[in-house]
């Protein structure tokens, strides 16, 4: 059974950085796009960051020049790093392959931006 788990959430004030990590146990890591989502209150989830098993990248616009994503496959585990974090960061942030699939869905890891 799948699982992914993530981790490195907080509290940070604007301008500030945060590193999420996602482990996965199972066997989908090594041969799938892995993605980080985010979801803010009464907002839909949404993808901001891509990984293909390759290594490309691909961002959404509004994290673009800030975030990074990255992956260790020895480690099944995928890698957020936030940069010049801003109050509308703020968001749970969740893990899953790209497309995503339901069952895959952990309990997120909360970002919150404020002063």
């Known amino acids: 059974q799948v699982q992914l788990v993530e981790s490195g959430g907080g509290l940070v004030q604007p301008g500030g950085s945060l590193r999420l990590s996602c482990e996965a146990s199972g066997s989908i890591f090594s041969t799938n796009a892995m993605g980080w989502y985010r979801q803010a209150p009464g907002k839909q989830r949404d993808l901001v960051a891509r990984?293909?098993?390759?290594?490309?990248?691909g961002y959404a616009d509004s994290v673009k020049g800030r975030f990074t994503i990255s992956r260790d496959n020895a480690k099944n585990t995928v890698y957020l790093q936030m940069n010049s974090l801003k109050p509308e960061d703020t968001a749970v942030y969740y893990c899953?392959?790209?497309?995503?699939?339901?069952?895959?869905w952990g309990q997120g890891t909360q970002v919150t931006v404020s002063s």
């Open positions: 899953n392959v790209v497309p995503p699939l339901q069952h895959y």
């Open positions: 990984i293909t098993s390759g290594g490309s990248t």
